[in-house]
């Protein structure tokens, strides 16, 4: 295939926005929340737009400490979004994120870059940043519905072990949707933006599966040591 993505002019993006318009209009005539949304979007153009910028320079001198502080700041900025539905316990429940995050999404990019891609160095920027990036974003959905429904199984009395099953199973539905929608319902991210660079969908296809792999094992043991560490939280709560 020798198909390459096109260059997409600033006046052709503007146009992506057309259907965004149309929902925000719907909220503000439903009077819902039309300007949590608004800001929502404008943070997202400046964030991407930043990042942008900032990952350009990164790839035109590539250096192991900046890539172990780039990786340093998406698990502590991850973990704190994480908490964000149950934000008077955010504090005391921080590190707990951290430590989940950082096991589950760290370990996972070990094994895929190490193991899987076998990276040459290492910090190939190029692949080991966009792949953290999926990673800790699971990681980080993952343990905020792990973390809501946790205590809200806790506030309804339910013993630990019960609400542990029940915020962990809650926490791994949509990373099981998504295997089993991928390929029938959905192409992924990955694979798209493969296809339309003129990858191989065979190519693409190898891709995505490291991708769903590395996605679904990465949430679900970081689900899994945010339930395991939280714990000793509600032993010292209940004394």
């Known amino acids: 295939m020798s198909n390459t993505l096109a260059i997409v002019p600033l006046n052709n993006l503007a146009i992506a926005f057309i259907p965004v318009s149309v929902v925000i209009i719907i909220l503000f005539k439903w009077s819902l929340n039309g300007k949590f949304a608004l800001y929502a979007l404008s943070r997202m153009l400046v964030q991407l737009l930043l990042v942008g910028y900032f990952l350009n320079y990164l790839f035109a001198g590539a250096n192991a400490w900046i890539v172990v502080l780039v990786l340093i700041l998406m698990v502590l900025f991850s973990s704190w979004i994480a908490l964000g539905n149950i934000k008077a316990q955010r504090l005391q429940l921080l590190k707990w994120a951290i430590l989940s995050i950082a096991i589950g999404g760290c370990f996972t990019l070990f094994v895929i870059t190490w193991g899987v891609l076998r990276l040459q160095p290492w910090y190939q920027v190029q692949t080991i940043i ?38 962990f199973q809650a926490s791994i539905i949509p990373n099981v949707n998504a295997l089993f929608a991928v390929g029938l319902v959905s192409l992924p991210g990955m694979m798209t933006g493969q296809i339309l660079s003129g990858t191989s969908p065979f190519i693409a296809a190898r891709y995505q599966i490291i991708v769903m792999c590395m996605v679904f094992a990465s949430a679900g043991i970081s689900s899994a040591c945010f339930l395991v560490l939280n714990k000793n939280t509600q032993n010292r709560a209940e004394q």
Not at 134 to 159: H, Q, T
């Open 130 to 167: 966009p792949l953290a990036g999926m990673i800790f974003a699971n990681c980080m959905n993952s343990v905020s519905l792990s973390a809501e429904r946790f205590y809200a199984e806790l506030a309804r009395e339910v013993d630990y072990i019960t609400a542990r099953k029940i915020a």
